[in-house]
Each structure stands twice: as C-alpha cells, then as structure tokens.
C-alpha cells in the first residue's frame, strides 16, 4: 500500500523559510517522480514542482528561484525548501506520486 506523508508545515513570517518533508512507503521510491502540489484556502490545486528519479527538476514560475525539491532515496524522503515566502505561498502542500498517490497534506502560512 502505497503512503505519502508530509511534514514541516507551520506559521512563518514573509521573507521567512520552511522546509517541507515527503516520506514514502510502499513504493520503489527510488524510481519515483514525485510532484509537489498546493491549494491555497478557497482555490484550486495548482503544481508547484517535481523531482526525477535521476533528480531533475522543474518549478512554477511562481516558485522558481526561490523553491527547492530534493531527495534523499536512502530515506524515501522528497523535500521542498522554500525561501522567501510571500503571503501568497500560504496553502496546504501536498505530494504526489504515480498512480494518483496524495498525501494528507501540511499547512504553510506566511504571514506578511
């Protein structure tokens, strides 16, 4: 049975950072593409990035420059850092993986 959960969400100040974990099971995770998604409160569920198997990657241009995924396969672990955090960041952040596999999701606030 596949499982995702994330982790690392919290309240943060603009200009502030987080970073948010993905923790996988039940999946060769080291062959996975994993997606970071987010929902602000109200709105629609939109992409925020992914991580390759070979570690590639690539960003909304909303995040870019400022988001980093990475992964750590001994772990089965994806990360999302965030650096300079607008207002506008604030959602809950969610994981994905092939087969339509979601986390519950962690809440991110920025306050501004």
């Known amino acids: 049975q596949v499982r995702l959960v994330e982790s690392g969400g919290g309240l943060v100040q603009a200009g502030g950072s987080l970073r948010l974990s993905c923790a996988a099971s039940g999946i060769i995770f080291s062959i996975n593409t994993i997606h970071w998604y987010r929902q602000p409160y109200g709105k629609q569920r939109e992409w925020v990035g992914i991580?390759?198997?070979?570690?590639?990657?690539n960003y909304a241009d909303s995040v870019k420059g400022r988001f980093t995924i990475s992964r750590d396969n001994a772990k089965n672990t994806v990360y999302l850092q965030m650096n300079s955090l607008k207002s506008e960041d604030t959602a809950v952040y969610y994981c994905?993986?092939?087969?339509?596999?979601w986390g519950q999701g962690t809440q991110v606030t920025v306050s501004s």
């Open positions: 994905n993986c092939p087969g339509n596999h």
């Open positions: 991580i390759t198997s070979r570690g590639s990657t």
